[in-house]
């Protein structure tokens, strides 16, 4: 009986051990959730015991290439680094840029959803200014950048960009005059309102011309009117009316503090205007419209030209011409 008891207590000993062995194998096993994906430099089958890989990278415009050892869930090429994400608050099939840099002093982060046309611009600077704005479409400088990153020189292969995250400089400049066209999508700071801050401004294009949205960002208001509250919206009243490109022109004049806009309206009517910020009974430096012309080109040969000024914080007519050619 005693030997029968020793057999049993021996068993129940190994079958214990060999469990608990078990167990601390499986801990040991890398936890796989929320890991990020790992974008390969190349397809050609390496040994098992290969934990990094080389990759090109440029310290700096124009320097020569060195070869850096990097994690395998990252890529660094020529100032961008590329990581592949599991998951995206903004949903499957978005491509997240980072600024490297800080334009203007600031943060800046683009969040890109090509198919569903979605765009958001988050731009941080301090303790004061945190704003997410919504922009037209991905600018073409961006974009291109994009590719660049996305692309294998070696393989001759493009990465898939959905669900990456993209860490590269923003060249974002800092301009006295609306000159960007509308085909490549810039974008730029300029202070448009005479306030001593620069907006961010974004070009997109119309029929045959180039409008542009414009972002206080320092002083602006999360009104909501058109988007969720939250999300800063672009100037109105004559800042909706900049435009550039084959049938319109805008000038500043930052030492009278004027705007000056033309623009042609079809075949037979232009449009001048005039804005400067107003100081009255009804404006605190509000920039807005103070002179307008119109001018018509009828099929009968008469020219008509008319005059609006303002008036009561109201544009009146105050001429009417009509020239006979």
Not at 85 to 96: A, D, I, L
Request: contains cysteine; negative net charge; proline residues 3%.
């Amino acid at each position: 009986m005693k030997v029968i008891c020793t057999i049993i207590k021996f068993v129940t000993l190994i079958t214990v051990t060999l469990f608990v062995l078990a167990g601390c194998k499986g801990t040991n096993k890398p936890d796989n959730i929320g890991l990020k994906d790992t974008i390969s430099v190349n397809d050609s089958a390496q040994s098992d015991s290969v934990k990094q890989r080389d990759v090109i990278v440029a310290e700096k415009e124009g320097a020569d290439l060195e070869k850096e050892s990097v994690k395998p869930d990252t890529i660094r090429q020529r100032h961008i680094i590329v990581e592949k994400e599991s998951t995206n608050f903004w949903g499957h099939g978005t491509r997240t840029l980072l600024s490297s840099n800080f334009p203007n002093g600031y943060k800046v982060a683009v969040f890109y959803k090509e198919k569903d046309n979605l765009c958001i611009w988050h731009f941080q600077r301090g303790d004061s200014i945190d704003r997410y704005i919504t922009g037209h479409k991905l600018p073409w400088s961006l974009s291109t950048r994009c590719s660049s990153a996305l692309h294998d020189d070696v393989l001759d292969k493009f990465y898939d960009p959905v669900d990456t995250t993209l860490v590269l400089p923003f060249d974002i400049p800092i301009v006295k005059q609306l000159k960007m066209n509308a085909a490549d999508g810039d974008m730029c700071f300029m202070d448009v309102n005479f306030d001593g801050h620069e907006e961010f401004i974004i070009a997109h294009s119309g029929y045959n011309r180039t409008y542009y949205a414009c972002f206080d960002l320092v002083n602006g208001e999360d009104i909501g009117h058109n988007v969720c509250p939250g999300f800063l919206e672009s100037l109105r009243g004559v800042f909706g009316q900049l435009v550039g490109g084959y049938y319109g022109e805008t000038e500043f004049d930052h030492e009278k503090k004027i705007i000056h806009i033309k623009e042609r309206l079809g075949c037979c009517e232009t449009v001048e205007t005039w804005a400067k910020p107003i100081y009255d009974t009804y404006n605190s430096g509000k920039v807005k419209v103070f002179k307008e012309i119109r001018k018509e080109f009828w099929g009968n040969g008469e020219e008509h030209v008319r005059t609006y000024q303002l008036v009561n914080d109201t544009l009146k007519l105050v001429s009417h011409e009509i020239n006979r050619y």
